[in-house]
């Protein structure tokens, strides 16, 4: 009886020890499929929160322009700088001011639009030219986040 018990035990001891040499191999090749992405995508998703940091102070500071000119926004981004922005931000997925060539203001200089131009923030799932601010909606993340 005793054998047949030890038999059992050094079957199961075997069939787990096989098993474990299974598994193991699985988890450590399936958990870094799940962590390395994370990894990776950070630094990009870090590059355009603060795009969306530099495009929020790009908005206060022609919201603090038009408050001093009776409505009116500047014909030029440049013109916020250095009086109401020491100046102008650049973006931080290319180093340099994405923000200066695609500032658009309305013939009556009543609202204005302003984005990253180009398309930098695509690693983090951002359309072209996003995230974008405008005297209207204010800070959008990609341009199907809100409905005209
Ligand atoms: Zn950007």
Do not use: W
């Not at 001891?13 to 990894?39: G, T």
């Not at 997925?93 to 009543?110: L, P, R």
């Amino acid at each position: 009886m005793n054998a047949l018990i030890a038999k059992i035990v050094r079957k199961a001891v075997s069939a787990l020890y096989i098993l474990s040499m299974i598994l193991c191999p699985i988890v450590i090749l399936v958990i870094p499929l799940y962590i390395i992405p994370h990894f990776l995508r950070a630094p990009v998703t870090r590059q355009y929160t603060q795009c969306l940091a530099n495009l929020k102070n790009i908005g206060t500071a022609l919201e603090m322009y038009a408050h001093d000119n009776q409505g009116h926004y500047p014909p030029r981004l440049s013109h916020i700088s250095p009086k109401y922005m020491e100046s102008i931000p650049v973006c931080t997925a290319v180093k340099k001011d994405t923000y200066s060539n695609s500032y658009q203001v309305s013939s009556d200089a009543e609202t204005f639009t302003v984005y990253c131009e180009g398309h930098h923030h695509s690693g983090a799932g951002i359309e072209p030219n996003c995230p974008q601010y405008d005297s209207i909606h204010g800070l959008t993340y990609n341009r199907t986040s809100y409905k005209e």
